[in-house]
Structures are given as C-alpha cells and as structure tokens.
C-alpha cells in the first residue's frame, strides 16, 4: 500500500479507539440532596449531637466540591423545598423568610431548587421570593407545575439543563404536590397535567442528556404523583438513569422504580441530608450507594475529609456570622419563662408530657377563650399544627417559634348546639379528605383521631358551644360544616375575639405560667 492509505488507515484506528475510551469511562457522581429545612439554619440548640449550622455545611459542600474535582468526579447538589416556617429566623420576620431567603443564598452551591407548600402558601412569601430569592438562581429554581394567577407564568423555571465541567448534561425538573392551599397569586397544576404540557415535550427533546433529575416536594408514598412523573420521563427516555428527588413528608425514604430510576428522600429540619453516589457508565447508574448523614460537625469533618483545624472554610464562617446576625437582630434568644417539664409533641394525648395535650387543655383555654361567654367554650386543632418538642428549662423567643411558627389567628362557630357539635366531631372522625381521613377511634374524654385533637370534654346535647379552631384549620372544617348544617348560623365561622393569634398564646401562656426562679 502506499504510505498516504497506511497513515490514513493508522489515523482512522487511532480516532475509532478514542471514541471508544470516550464512551466507555464511568463517571462517578456524588449528589447531595437537603429538604423540608423549615428555616432550620441555625442548627439545633438542645440537641447536642445535631451540633452544625448551615454555615458548617456550607463549608462542607466547598470541600465536597473540592474533593470531586480533584478526583475528577462530579458533584451536584439540590433542595426540594419547604425553606421556611418553622423557626423564629424563618418566621419572626414581617414576611415569612425574609432572613432565611438571604441565608440561603450564602450558600451559592446549589445547582436546582424547587418550591414547597409553605413556601408558596403566602402571597407575600411568593412575591418577595419573585424580587430577589429566584432571579439570584438564574434560572435554577424549579417550578414545572406552579404558576402566577395573574399571567400563568411559571414563578421560577420549568426545567434547567447542566453542563459540568466533565461534559455530562443533567436535566432538572421541579414540581409540588396537588397543592389546594397556596397563595391566591398561584396556580398549582397536577402533575399529572403538568408532564403532557409543552415544556415537558421540549425538555424530553433536548438531546444526549446524560441523567433526568427531579427535584419535587411530593411524598413518595403517594405514587400516583410521583410515580405518574417518573413514567413520562420513562416514557421519553425508555433507558436513561433518572434520580426523583422527594420531599414533604419529612421521613428518610429510598424506593428503586426500576433497575435504572429511584426516590430518594431525606428527613427534615436540617437533621440530616441525603448522600448518592454512583458511577455512570453507557447510561446506567452502577455501584449506587444511598445514605443519610446526621448533621453534626464531626461528621462533617470525616466527610470532608479535613480536620477540626482546617474544617473552617471563609465563606462558611460568613453564613455562620449571617446567621447569628440575624438571630441577635429578632431576639431570639429572649427567654420568656422556664419549662417544669419536657412536653413532646407525638405521643399519647393523654399523657402529662404530651404537647397537644398542654395546648387543647391548658394554653388555649387559659390564653384564649373568653369564660364570660354563655357558651362552653370548644377547642379542635389538627395533628400538626405544633412542629417540635417544648424542652425543660428556658423557653427562647426561638423556641416559641419553633413550637408554633405559622401566626394562624383564631375562629369560631358561635353557639353551635351539642348535639351538633357530635355530629361534626363524627364527621372529622370519619371524612375523607386531603386532611380528614377515616378512623375507627370512639369519642370520649379528649376527643381526637389521627388528624385532630380536640377539648377533652363531652359534647352534652342541652349546651351550647363556642367551637374554637385556627383559621387554617377553618378552611377543611368549613365545606364539613356547611355540608352539615345548611343554613344555620353556625354554618359559617366568625373571627373570635383575642388579641392572640397561635404563637402569641404559646408566648403568653409560657411568660403567665412558668416564670424563671433566680
């Protein structure tokens, strides 16, 4: 052969092996997944173990991040929402997190977000978030299924796309739940809806991605939502790897949907994130490792692979500093009065350390209702309007904030006759509903089931009663009650007369109650 075909036939070989290698490299990836933090930036005060505070895990990302370039792996990490409400950082401020938006950002490491119910359960959350919190992600905060009113707009992105330095592509997508409460200035449309819409088509047409991820605040065990948008993924993508990031439900869940897909969920408050490590070879994820990690700085440490001298990153000392800042300026450290005893907030109703106990027959009753009234006063409150335990010893503003963040004021059904009054406690019993669901449990002293708790008191058919609940509560309870008693002035509910709302009674009741001893 001549010399011009031999250089071209050793030419030829050369590129056909490159391509091979090209193809064939496994990649490793390490994705961090954090969810449902409810403003808990600060870390957890009376808990010894949970010691870090978002500025520690800030420097550990930068080390992570540090560590998968040097080893030329990638590093991605995603939040699937629920920032605020619960805690006095998130929820002591004017607007629900107004502080906590700007600590967030600190942390500049994420690549998607995606947006929880509290989130955009507040039409001045949803507008400030618009101003500042959303455009500062630049298109990385994900809302696939929520929109404006007003425009029918999404209110962050549909969907981004990642190049990383590497080469891989990584869709995002991000979605809620079927939401019914959220701000009267959104939309949330079903997901079910939502993937036959036309960005979902555009994005399932966007070539050689490497790997889906979903970023969504929906509970794993309901699978006709988050199974519903793994299949259309699948269905555009019969072999892609695809990772459901899951949320909401603030519990540590993995589930495989196949050989190639999963949800992975990862706890809640700030407790723990999740950890997935894989190696991505010709689009299938191999050697997948899933865990959870416990937010404590010697953690961190051995993750980081540092040491407690060379942990500290500067931009994790300025979150830190961000933090205790805006602390100092709420007077969160403020104590109101000192706990005889550690109140849980799970548990047995009617035992003395039980919360819900203290707060249906001791704080509101004390705090709230009117005694003057001719009518015996009734108090019904779901399952989880307290968020977290009442320690023994100080009670901090942040405590308070913690127990009780949402602000909810107080409403009444005025007058309501006993026998009627059993007939709603029957009906809460035995509902089904997004917040009702049904229970076999009798009545009696401490009416309750698995989603109310209520007075511990009879409802006798010769009184009347001032059935007293929070105004969020009051949204379920109304279409139970108009269904019930059409056309009865107890039908409707009316503000009751308090200056106290849901936090200021905890307050109040705390400072009357248990002052501190010198």
């Known amino acids: 052969p001549s010399p011009e075909k031999t ?44 010691n870090a505070d978002l500025g520690d895990f800030h420097s550990l990302i930068i080390h992570m991040k540090a560590n998968a370039v040097k080893n030329g792996e990638e590093f991605l990490l995603f939040d699937t929402g629920d920032l605020i409400e619960g805690t006095g ?20 490491n994420y690549d998607a977000l995606t947006i929880g119910n509290h989130d955009i359960g507040h039409p001045e959350v949803v507008t400030l978030m618009q101003k500042t919190f959303i455009p500062f992600w630049d298109g990385a905060y994900l809302t696939s299924n929520s929109e404006m009113a007003a425009t029918q707009e999404d209110i962050g992105a549909p969907y981004t796309v990642i190049t990383t330095e590497l080469g891989s592509t990584i869709l995002v997508l991000g979605y809620i739940f079927n939401f019914t409460h959220q701000a009267n200035n959104t939309i949330v449309v079903p997901a079910a809806v939502s993937v036959t819409e036309d960005y979902f088509t555009k994005a399932m047409a966007i070539p050689n991605v490497d790997l889906y991820v979903v970023c969504a605040h929906i509970a794993p065990q309901k699978p006709t939502e988050l199974t519903g948008i793994y299949k259309a993924i699948r269905a555009a993508q019969p072999s892609s790897p695809i990772i459901l990031l899951s949320g909401h439900s603030h519990v ?20 723990e994130f999740g950890l997935i490590t894989f190696d991505l070879e010709t689009e299938k994820m191999n050697d997948l490792k899933t865990q959870w990690i416990s937010t404590s700085v010697d953690n961190f440490i051995t993750l980081s692979g540092t040491t407690k001298n060379t942990f500290d990153t500067p931009q994790g000392k300025q979150t830190s500093a961000l933090i205790q800042y805006y602390s ?117 002293l ?48 009316a503000p009751y007369d308090t200056e106290y709302n849901g936090t200021g009674a905890l307050q109040e009741y705390v400072q009357r109650t248990w002052p501190c001893k010198d």
């Not at 249906?360 to 019904?380: A, R």
């Not at 779901?382 to 308070?400: C, H, K, M, Q, S």
């Not at 089904?432 to 229970?439: A, D, L, M, Q, R």
């Not at 007293?468 to 279409?479: F, G, K, R, V």
Request: aromatic residues 14%; charged residues 20%.
């Open 7 to 50: 250089r071209m036939k050793v030419s030829v070989t050369i590129i056909i092996v490159t391509l091979l290698v090209a193809v064939t490299t496994a990649v490793k990836f390490n994705i961090v997944h954090t969810t449902d933090i409810h403003g808990w930036v600060a870390g957890h005060p009376h808990n010894e173990t949970l």
């Open 446 to 493: 401490g009416y309750y089931g698995p989603n109310w708790y209520m007075s511990s008191l009879y409802a006798e058919y010769d009184k009347t009663y001032d059935v007293l609940m929070c105004s969020y509560d009051a949204e379920t309870i109304y279409p139970v009650a108009q269904k019930l008693f059409p056309g009865k002035k107890y039908s409707e509910y």
């Open 252 to 271: 540590e869940y993995f589930e495989k949907y196949d050989s190639n897909a999963f949800t992975l969920e990862s706890g809640k408050y700030f407790e």
């Open 328 to 444: 100092e300026l709420l007077g969160l450290n403020i104590t109101y009065g000192c706990s005889p005893i550690t109140y849980s907030n799970i548990g047995e109703f009617e035992d003395p350390a039980s919360l819900y106990g203290l707060l249906v027959n001791k704080i509101v009753p004390t705090v709230v209702f009117d005694t003057s009234s001719q009518d015996t006063p009734f108090f019904i409150t779901n399952t989880a309007t307290l968020r977290y335990d009442l320690f023994e010893g100080p009670v901090t503003r942040n405590d308070i904030y913690t127990i009780s963040p949402f602000n909810d004021t107080f409403v009444y059904y005025p007058a309501m006759p006993g026998k009627d009054l059993q007939l709603l406690i029957n009906a809460l019993r035995n509902t089904s509903g997004e917040n009702v669901i049904k229970t076999d449990r009798c009545g009696g």
């Open 89 to 108: 950082l998130s929820d002591a401020t004017a607007i629900h997190g107004e502080y906590i938006f700007d600590i967030i950002q600190n942390v500049s």
